[in-house]
C-alpha cells in the first residue's frame, strides 16, 4: 500500500534553533500533503495544505513564517519550524491523500525544544 | 458546522471482551475513516467507508448514512488492540475533520 515516510521520528533541539520535518511518499505521488500538530491527549489540528509546486496554504491561526512548507517535488514536502520555542514542542504529522477519499499518514515527529 | 463526536473517550474493557466506538457527525459526507493511533504516534488508517460495512480481521467498521453514525467493532479483544482511535471525516473538500478520538486499553 502506499506509504509516507516521516523523519525525523524524534528530535531535540535548541531555542533559537531552526528543525525541518520531512514526509516523503515512497510508492506513489503525493499531490497534496497535510501537515498535522498533535498537543498531548488532544486530536489532530491541520496547519497547512501545502500542494506540489505552488504555495501552501495555512489555516487560521497559524504562522507562515514560523512553520515553513516546502512540496517542491510529488514525493517529498518538508515542513521547517523556524526559530523554535519551548511551545512549539509537540508531536507533528503529516498525510497525503491516496487517490478517491484514501489518506495514509507519516509516523509522526515528536518535537521537543529545550 | 461540520463537527465530529466520538465516543466514549475513554475505555477500559478485558481482554476477549466485545469493543464498540461510535461515531457521530453533523452533516452530509463524502467518507468516513477510522483511524489507529499507537503510543508512539504513528496513525494507522483501519477503514474509509462511505457506505454499509467492511471487515479486516478481528475489525469491523458500519456506517449508517441515514443517521450520520458510524461504529467501530473489535470483536474478542486483546492487549495489543490497546491504543487511540480516531474518527475522521472528509466532509466533500479535502480536509479531514478529526472525532477527539477514543482511548481504548485492554487488560489482559
Known amino acids: 500500500g502506499a506509504v509516507v515516510s516521516q523523519h525525523p521520528s524524534r528530535v531535540i533541539c535548541k531555542s533559537g534553533t531552526s528543525v525541518k520535518i520531512e514526509c516523503r511518499s515512497l510508492d506513489f505521488q503525493a499531490t497534496t500533503m497535510f501537515w498535522y500538530r498533535q498537543f498531548p491527549k488532544q486530536s489532530l489540528m491541520l496547519m497547512a495544505t501545502s500542494n506540489e509546486g505552488s504555495k501552501a496554504t495555512y489555516e487560521q491561526g497559524v504562522e507562515k513564517d514560523k512553520f515553513l512548507i516546502n512540496h517542491a517535488s510529488l514525493t517529498l514536502s518538508t515542513l521547517t519550524v523556524t526559530s523554535a520555542h519551548p511551545e512549539d514542542s509537540s508531536f507533528y504529522i503529516c498525510?497525503?491523500?491516496?487517490?478517491?477519499?484514501?489518506?495514509?499518514f507519516g509516523s509522526g515527529t515528536r518535537l521537543t525544544v529545550v | 458546522k461540520n463537527e465530529v463526536e466520538q465516543s466514549p473517550q475513554n475505555l477500559t474493557a478485558q481482554e476477549g471482551e466485545f469493543i464498540t466506538i461510535n461515531c457521530s457527525y453533523s452533516v452530509g459526507i463524502s467518507a468516513l475513516h477510522w483511524l489507529q493511533q499507537h503510543p508512539g504516534g504513528g496513525i494507522v488508517s483501519l477503514f474509509m467507508l462511505s457506505s454499509g460495512k467492511k471487515k479486516h480481521g478481528r475489525l469491523i467498521a458500519t456506517i449508517n448514512i441515514q443517521e450520520k453514525h458510524s461504529s467501530l467493532h473489535i470483536t474478542a479483544s486483546h492487549p495489543r488492540d490497546s491504543a487511540v482511535y480516531i474518527c475522521?471525516?472528509?466532509?466533500?473538500?479535502?480536509?479531514?475533520?478529526f472525532g477527539t478520538g477514543t482511548r481504548l486499553t485492554i487488560i489482559p
Open positions: 475522521a471525516v472528509l466532509f466533500g473538500n479535502e480536509k479531514l475533520t
Open positions: 498525510s497525503a491523500r491516496t487517490g478517491g477519499h484514501g489518506y495514509t
